[in-house]
């Protein structure tokens, strides 16, 4: 009885589901990168209920419907997003296991992937901006007025304070980068 009152106490997140891309990208990305098997991600209900960062996400890019929803369900407390603004974010986000995670930038691309203790956030008036398909380790801080370009990755406890070309993986800090376009190089930032 009780997922019954569940399914449709949640239709109305269900249909915003269907008519958001986005929103189906962030649920494909969760499903690529778990074991389907051991998470039932096929089931849009379980997954509001397992994955609280999930719903965090989702009440963030549903905005309005969001902010209703989101009075009835707890989100996840150790992860945020800016409250002051909206940030455009695109598809197929990934946060895994995002504990004390502060994703403060101007956009965040698409497939972006990040662990947990990461912030990327504000220094002296400017926020950073994320490209598409970046993946940013385990405590790892990116601040300032800065890009990160397209399939970039980011070491854990890497300190990244200056702009990042596309096809690179930066590590350290002061932040260095190891590879660029495949190959092997030491260039500091």
């Given at each position: 009885?009780?997922?019954?009152?569940?399914?449709?106490?949640?239709?109305?997140?269900?249909?915003?589901?269907?008519?958001?891309?986005?929103?189906?990208?962030?649920?494909?990305?969760?499903?690529?990168?778990?074991?389907?098997?051991?998470?039932?991600?096929?089931?849009?209900?379980?997954?509001?209920?397992?994955?609280?960062?999930?719903?965090?996400?989702?009440?963030?890019?549903?905005?309005?419907?969001?902010?209703?929803?989101?009075?009835?369900?707890?989100?996840?407390?150790?992860?945020?997003?800016?409250?002051?603004?909206?940030?455009?974010?695109?598809?197929?986000?990934?946060?895994?296991?995002?504990?004390?995670?502060?994703?403060?930038?101007?956009?965040?691309?698409?497939?972006?992937?990040t662990k947990h203790l990461v912030t990327i956030g504000n220094n002296r008036g400017g926020n950073p901006t994320i490209g598409n398909n970046v993946f940013i380790g385990a405590g790892a801080v990116v601040c300032g007025s800065i890009t990160i370009g397209d399939n970039v990755q980011i070491g854990a406890n890497a300190v990244v304070m200056k702009d990042v070309p596309p096809n690179c993986t930066v590590i350290g800090n002061p932040a260095i980068i190891v590879r660029k376009d495949g190959e092997r190089v030491n260039i500091p930032l």
């Amino acid at each position: 009885m009780s997922y019954i009152i569940s399914i449709l106490f949640n239709w109305p997140l269900y249909m915003a589901l269907k008519i958001k891309a986005d929103i189906l990208k962030d649920k494909y990305a969760l499903m690529w990168y778990e074991d389907a098997s051991n998470f039932p991600t096929q089931n849009f209900f379980r997954l509001l209920a397992k994955r609280p960062y999930y719903r965090s996400v989702l009440f963030y890019r549903l905005r309005l419907v969001g902010s209703i929803f989101k009075r009835f369900y707890p989100t996840y407390r150790h992860f945020q997003l800016p409250s002051y603004k909206k940030v455009p974010i695109g598809g197929g986000i990934y946060l895994d296991h995002p504990f004390a995670t502060m994703l403060g930038a101007i956009s965040i691309g698409r497939r972006f992937k990040t662990k947990h203790l990461v912030t990327i956030g504000n220094n002296r008036g400017g926020n950073p901006t994320i490209g598409n398909n970046v993946f940013i380790g385990a405590g790892a801080v990116v601040c300032g007025s800065i890009t990160i370009g397209d399939n970039v990755q980011i070491g854990a406890n890497a300190v990244v304070m200056k702009d990042v070309p596309p096809n690179c993986t930066v590590i350290g800090n002061p932040a260095i980068i190891v590879r660029k376009d495949g190959e092997r190089v030491n260039i500091p930032l």
